[in-house]
């Protein structure tokens, strides 16, 4: 059974900041890795989706890495701002989505 | 259009009401999907729906009944929900088969059992 665990549990961080988010899984036998953003009651926002056979996907000030055969991803931030204050969510695919429990970012102005 | 439309936002139903949650997109995505959030964590698979054939239910209880009337629609219908299934409803979707690509999801209904 696939499991998915992210580390820091909760993060803050002043405004500026540089910050990486980490996810681990057990099961390297995986189609993608998924990172999303969560408001406080609102729905999932998709930011980056790393396919199995890449690296890395960039998108504006974010940067995520997949590392499959160590079962790990990372999800940087540069410059971090309070807008940037959310909880975040990684999803494993592997037939269907495994979701950690997420890290919520609090940017302090 | 990227987007997953839920209705309604919020529900606040006594444990006798049946009540139904809409899910529509317009992206053409054969595969959609209904998860249920508890607070302060992950979001749970409860059905998935690929060319509008049901093809995981996760164990969900018959309570809980999903339809997909067409490729844009899907509907989560309610009845004789008991107070702990109160929840944020997410839907979602995207194009079917195992290497799945990005999962788009709506804004939830945050359903409240009385």
């Known amino acids: 059974k696939q499991e998915v665990t992210q580390i820091p549990a909760a993060l803050s961080v002043p405004e500026g900041e540089n910050l990486v988010l980490n996810c681990s899984f057990t099961d390297s036998a995986i189609y993608n890795l998924q990172w999303f953003r969560q408001d406080p009651g609102k729905g999932l926002t998709s930011l980056l989706l790393i396919q199995s056979s890449q690296r890395e996907q960039t998108s504006g000030r974010l940067n995520a890495s997949l590392d499959k055969s160590s079962g790990r991803s990372t999800l940087y931030i540069a410059a971090s701002q309070p807008g940037d204050s959310a909880t975040y969510l990684c999803?494993?695919?592997?037939?269907?989505?495994?979701f950690g429990d997420g890290t919520t970012l609090t940017v302090k102005p | 259009d990227t987007e997953v439309t839920q209705t309604p936002k919020h529900l606040v139903m006594g444990m006798t009401n049946k009540k139904s949650l809409k899910c529509e997109q317009h992206m053409g995505h054969r595969a959609m999907y209904w998860y249920k959030q508890k607070a302060k964590k992950p979001p749970e698979l409860m059905f998935v729906?690929?060319?509008?054939?049901?093809?995981i239910n996760e164990s969900v209880p018959s309570r809980f009944s999903p339809e997909c009337p067409n490729s844009s629609l899907l509907n989560l219908h309610l009845h004789a929900l008991q107070p702990e299934d109160s929840a944020l409803y997410l839907c979602?979707?995207?194009?079917?088969?195992?290497?799945?690509?990005?999962?788009?999801f709506g804004q939830g209904t945050r359903l409240t059992v009385v």
């Open positions: 729906y690929s060319y509008e054939k049901l093809s």
């Open positions: 979602a979707s995207s194009s079917p088969g195992r290497g799945r690509p990005e999962a788009f």
């Open positions: 999803a494993v695919n592997a037939g269907k989505s495994t």
